[in-house]
């Protein structure tokens, strides 16, 4: 009589699967508004004070640490274990590294949209100022902004001096790897939600749902942190965080819908391309944007690795533990 009042096992799983969006989703934003709000105040050039840039400075370290981690131990592998299984199911035997020619080819594609945006720019003569919708006080000439403003314009100074497009405007850059960044990372977020969703609910799939939970949470802070050094407005940071929260959920609603069809060689051959794709974006955009960026400033050198390879061990550690 107790086993006929059990429901049936499609709606455990289901209900399975539906809590893990709901709670991707929400852990995700509650992270992300919760560093979001803790930094208010800082949106105005006028209300940074040193220490407050100082440990801007060091928290994006840390987030530096925490993307080169879910890119090179998380992404990468994840991609090339897919691209493996996806050739074997098909039968073919590679010759030419295929998976790493696709990895190259989203390295390459970010650098050739920037210098094809930067090459045209410099034939027009004409240098737009993207960010002004975004970012904040960009209308303010540099001898009119407040003194503890100092540090942020000698950092952007610094910036545009190591070579990042020239005298072409580094806020074009900025504005193309900002892009990219909150891109890449939100199309991995929805190929791992696709894990969620095709996943069985066991222990197994627990642990998934749980090492999701805590890398999104984690990432989310770490995007946050980037986007507020990048000065963008409450609005601009808000709608990249409610992209990337919804992502991953949306994934997990995509691979429930496609667990039929999920087995076909061209979904495979398709779901890792555009994996590889992204993953090889993140890593340009990792090193050559987040990193960079990170380390560009003179002062706390031996605070600043610390706090790079924190973040770096805090996602090593979440990956050993629940995977």
Excluded at 1 to 18: K, T
Excluded at 174 to 193: A, K, N
Aim: glycine letters at 8%.
């Amino acid at each position: 009589m107790a086993s006929a009042q059990m429901p049936p096992a499609g709606i455990l799983d289901l209900d399975f699967r539906l809590g893990s969006v709901c709670l991707l989703f929400s852990s995700t934003l509650l992270c992300g508004f919760t560093l979001l709000w803790v930094l208010r105040g800082t949106g105005r050039c006028g209300l940074y004070s040193e220490s407050r840039y100082r440990a801007l400075d060091l928290l994006g370290c840390c987030a530096a640490g925490v993307f080169l981690a879910s890119s090179l131990l998380n992404m990468v592998p994840s991609y090339m274990i897919g691209m493996t299984e996806t050739f074997s199911n098909l039968g073919v035997t590679l010759r030419f590294p295929v998976p790493e020619f696709i990895l190259a080819m989203g390295f390459l594609l970010v650098v050739v949209i920037e210098q094809v945006v930067l090459a045209l720019k410099e034939q027009s003569g004409i240098y737009m100022t993207e960010k002004e919708a975004l970012l904040v006080g960009s209308n303010v000439q540099p001898h009119d902004r407040h003194p503890q403003c100092s540090h942020q314009y000698s950092r952007t100074v610094q910036f545009k001096g190591r070579g990042f497009g020239g005298d072409a405007d580094v806020s074009s850059l900025s504005t193309i790897r900002i892009f990219v960044l909150v891109f890449s990372l939100s199309l991995c977020s929805v190929f791992e939600g696709l894990a969620v969703g095709l996943q069985e609910a066991s222990g197994q799939g627990l642990n998934l749902s749980l090492s999701l939970l805590f890398r999104k949470g984690l990432i989310a802070l770490s995007l946050v942190i980037k986007l507020t050094q990048d000065q963008l407005r409450r609005v601009a940071v808000t709608t990249c965080l409610l992209l990337f929260s919804a992502t991953c959920p949306l994934g997990a609603v995509l691979g429930i819908s496609l667990r039929q069809t999920h087995t076909t060689p061209q979904y495979q051959l398709a779901r890792s391309t555009l994996q590889g794709l992204a993953a090889g974006s993140f890593l340009y955009i990792t090193v050559m944007e987040v990193l960079t960026y990170a380390l560009s400033s003179s002062g706390q050198r031996i605070s600043k690795v610390t706090l790079l390879l924190t973040g770096f061990t805090a996602v090593t550690v979440l990956l050993l533990c629940l995977n």
